[in-house]
């Protein structure tokens, strides 16, 4: 099923063959995970010393901070693969769109993927807020503010993570022009998935493989 097109967020283009095979690269380094067959690949000095002169990742990752999501190992990649931008929630502040567009536009990424993940506390919390009105401490409604967005009102429980990651895809195609433009001009991915926390393995829920 196309739930991207089930939010209203723009059609895909086509994407490069490249941009393609990277998002394959990304997903693949996944399937090692889960399998238990990881290869810790660029981890060594001379991936270290290569890198010194500067960085050209493959993908960019806009993720969670949750400790039990760390981008690179899950998808089994080493230094220099992977620009990875988290926060509580993966809510798109404007520093956080800012960074894609850095990973984008300056780094030349060819995989843009939006990685919520089962039982985040973020979107749990703000499932809470909605339906008993709690507000959190400090400066932490702001995440609960953007991620509530997302949320149906009547009944945030209902797919909340699922919700929540199409939502953040969608305010990125809408915001940022441009992530738009490489989409649209196929030299970018962009999708959005689930990580399993037991199983260890990504679930693609909107871009090519879902
Ligand atoms: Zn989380």
Do not use: W
Request: charged share 20%; net charge negative.
């Amino acid at each position: 099923m196309n739930l991207s097109a089930a939010t209203g967020s723009a059609a895909p283009a086509s994407p490069d063959p490249a941009a393609l095979q990277a998002f394959q690269d990304l997903l693949a380094g996944n399937r090692r995970f889960v399998e238990g067959d990881v290869q810790h690949p660029n981890q060594d000095e001379s991936r270290r010393r290569a890198l010194e002169s500067g960085q050209a990742p493959f993908a960019m990752v806009l993720g969670c901070s949750d400790s039990r999501v760390p981008v690179e190992l899950l998808f089994d990649q080493g230094l220099g693969d992977l620009f990875v931008a988290r926060n509580a929630g993966h809510v798109l502040g404007r520093s956080m769109q800012a960074s894609v567009e850095f990973a984008v536009e300056v780094l030349g990424v060819q995989v843009v993927l939006v990685l919520g993940h089962e039982s985040c506390g973020a979107v749990g919390a703000t499932v809470e807020a909605i339906q008993k009105g709690t507000t959190l401490p400090g400066e932490m409604p702001i995440l609960v503010d953007q991620v509530k967005e997302h949320l149906d009102p009547a009944d945030p429980t209902e797919q909340a993570v699922e919700t929540h990651v199409l939502g953040t895809l969608t305010d990125l195609r809408s915001r940022s022009l441009i992530v738009r433009e490489a989409e649209e001009k196929g030299s970018i991915v962009v999708a959005g998935a689930v990580y399993g926390l037991g199983d260890g393995g990504v679930r693609v829920i909107s871009g090519p493989e879902a």
